[in-house]
C-alpha cells in the first residue's frame, strides 16, 4: 500500500509534514527535511504508514515562503 502527496513549493527551504486523524491529534510525523523549489511527490510507503489507523488522515505541509510559515493541508484515506 503506498500514498502519494503531490505539493508544489516556490522557495527552497525546510519542509515539514505532519499526520493528524479526524480527532486533530497528531499520529505522525512524515518529513522534515530541507526541499528545493519546484513540484515534488512524496511517496509513501509501506513501511512509513506502519502502525496508522486506516481511514481518513490531514497531512499538514509547513514550510517557509517569504519569512513567513505556510501552511497546506491534504487528505489521505488509508484503506483496510
Not at 505532519?18 to 511517496?43: F, M, P, R
Not at 481511514?55 to 514550510?63: D, T
Amino acid at each position: 500500500q503506498q500514498a502519494h502527496l503531490q505539493f508544489t513549493l516556490l522557495e527552497g527551504g525546510t519542509l515539514n509534514i505532519k499526520c493528524y486523524d479526524a480527532l486533530g491529534q497528531e499520529v505522525s510525523v512524515l518529513h522534515q527535511s530541507w526541499q528545493a523549489a519546484g513540484t515534488h511527490t512524496l511517496i509513501l510507503d509501506q513501511s512509513q504508514l506502519a502502525g496508522l489507523k486506516k481511514g481518513l488522515l490531514i497531512c499538514r505541509l509547513a514550510y517557509e515562503m517569504e519569512g513567513k510559515i505556510r501552511y497546506e493541508s491534504k487528505k489521505i484515506n488509508l484503506l483496510p
